[in-house]
């Protein structure tokens, strides 16, 4: 298990937002959470990536507990994240947005780097390039990240993630405003960044297709609480996700 | 013990101009999370103008007060107008702050232009013989100060919790976007704060310009020491500004007093610090309300 | 650091050394002088504003921190003048961290009220406990270094801009490494930042610091030039003209800096004739820029060039 969650619960001002959350992600899976909306799925991928803190509860990351540790600690211990609502930076270039993520395990330190003459080393470019081809944006490599629409931006913060070299990405609901064929393309992506790169991925998604097509497992939550998990074929079949979907209607 | 008294009334009359900028940093800040450092400018330009029609135009007394607040209204419409309806939108927070720094400069530099480098003061609103408390004396313009400054707040106080204008404002404070929804304007509510704050700002300056002088470059300290208040009480809670102002108002004094006349700026300074960096919410505040607003 | 800003410093090296041969005039030497030294503050709030997304009201007082120490201490306790500038900017620098760590875990505005306060609180020490009060000291010891004092205005000129071209080439390398990518990042997104790794805090402190070694280097450099000292120059008002500098040569842009204290510090001398007006002046510029000109000069102009290459 890369990931445990053990008792997490969260309030917000009296409303439960998370009510004694347990699940556990396998290594090398892709593991859908679902859930309608409010169910507190963003707020446990932020909690897991340490943007915001849990009331009580623990979290092991590789065996160890990261409560308490601040999120560009996690980073480095190999979480990473991509966002629903779109954290790119803009103002800088698309492979500059990729050197962003590299800085984790390549930066030199604040005084050697203005002793530096010659700049960001020719490999990390190299590197930048070579993850853009991987998400498909290499074409598109010297563009400001701003003008790109949202579905090559979303592919963007996905290549940034990939660049920080982690472990275990979170991914919030990545094909949010994407049309059906960039939807496809992203399922492939995301199953290929498991088979080839071995990186486990925790999935907050809203389409199903999607979730069921790729998902190795999934935990269904409703209202702050664990309703069910199971592979997607068990869970297409559970009655309590189906009266939780159809009652969302 | 007399002395203590005087000092500490001394402190009350500054306390209360402190007090009204802070309520006026408040006001604007609920509104939309500006730290208006152009606050202290109005009431710089309270007592100058006031100045102005009395003595320049030999205007009586009414006319020249409703003439100077008009006077603070139009700028404080024209401030958030010009500078800062344009840029809100960019929700650039930097930017918001050198704006306002920029129009505290222009405020400066008018001033300067009209009346110089000299200070100026008018007759107290009335004339009569100063009290004596317990030896202490109180000249009636403290008391005119003290008590202006108890009716603002009071009348702010109806405002925000009586009328509909003020409430959809206190319903902006708390939320803007359910505000808006709720089909509150915002762009109106924001216009009101800046208006009201500098109002608030000029009546401070119109009342103490005769107990203690008023020249162009004051507004700086004015905007520091009222912001000081504002985050003692912390930030955005106005009854927290008045307890504020009226502390550091009577630190101050105690510490011109007792200690060194020179360290009088000093103290609000400091203190300012010490709750920036131990308590930033301020004192009477409770630090997880500070929590939610970072993210 | 990149091919442009590489020409860009070898000219600069080049101009500051031949500048002197060809204008002997003291009295622009002297400006030129106090361009470099407005610049040399100016950098570190660029960097700071720009990169860290940060605003500072105090630099004057970083910038009086570094006058008054060095000269105290090479006058009073007869100190080597490097080794007062030394000292002065490790004085600095500490405040500085001490200044940070907590104003710079809160967001947004905390540090430009710490900072002003700061500033300010520097001002009335001055005041109070400098020497001479607020008339002032003189007498401090020009600068010297291995038994050789320098005196002429030429010499100020090169030893100021030998240091503006060092904290340039500095600067441009950190904003080209990965560092400075990063420190954009924060200004984009620091939510994304520090999913990153980034730790966002620890990289604001340290442009902190550096915008307040810069300050202090050239309040030292100044102190040394002048030879004499009064609080009025170490006011807020500087720390504002500190910031039109920064925003009327562009933030985004180190080149800004020196634009900027080109533009700032000659216009004084320019409306030397219109003293009770320059306040108002300064006002509608620093409004104007940031109404209609917020890039600033700098990118202003590279944008233009770019579009023309395009065309």
Redesign the interface.
Known sequence: MILEINNVSKSFGGIKALKNINFSVKEGEIHALIGPNGAGKTTLLNIISGIEKMDSGDIRFKNISIKGIPPHKRAALGIARTFQNLEIFGNLKVFENILTGLYLKNQKGFLKSGITLKGIDKDLIIQSFSILEYVNLLNKKDELAKNLPVGEQRLLELGRALATDPHLILLDEPAAGLNMRETKNLSQLIQKIRDEKAITILLVEHDMELVMGISDMITVLNFGEVIAEGEPLMIQKNPSVISAYLGED | MTLFLQFLFAGLTTGSVYALVGIGFNIIYNST?I?NLAQGEFVVLGGLMMWFFLHSLQLPFSVSLCLTLLTAAIIGLIQER??IK??LKKGD???M???T??????????L??KF?KDPYTYAPFTEGEPIEIFGAIITQQTLWVIGITALCIVLLYLFFNKTMTGRAMKACSLDMKAARLMGINVSKVVMLSFLISAVIGAIGGIAITPISLMEYDKG??LS?KG?CAA?MGGLGKSRGAVVGGFTLGMLESLTAGYI?S??K??IA??I??FI???K?AGIFGKTEI?RL??? | MSKGNAIGLFFLGIFVIFFPQIVTDNYILTVGIFIGINALVAMGLSILMGYAGQISLGQAGFYGLGAYVSAILSLKFGLPVPISVFISILTASLIAVILAIPSLRLKGHYLAVATLGFGEIIHIILNEWGPGGPSGFGDIPPFSIFGYTLRSTVEYFYLIWMFIILAMTFSLNLIHSLTGKALRAIHDSELASVTLGINITKLKIKVFVLSSIYASLAGALYAHYVTFLSPSGFSLFYSILILMVVVIGGMTNIWGAIAGAIIITILPEILRGFKEIDILIYGLILTFCLLFMRKGIVPLFIEIWEKRIKK
């Open positions: 999370s730290i010009l500078t344009p840029l927070l930097l930017l702050i050198m704006v720094i920029a129009f505290s400069i222009l405020i400066r530099g008018i300067m232009f110089g700086a300290m520091v912001f985050i060194h020179g360290l700026d000093a300074l400091l300012m610090l920036l960096f131990v930033p500070l607003r970072k993210f």
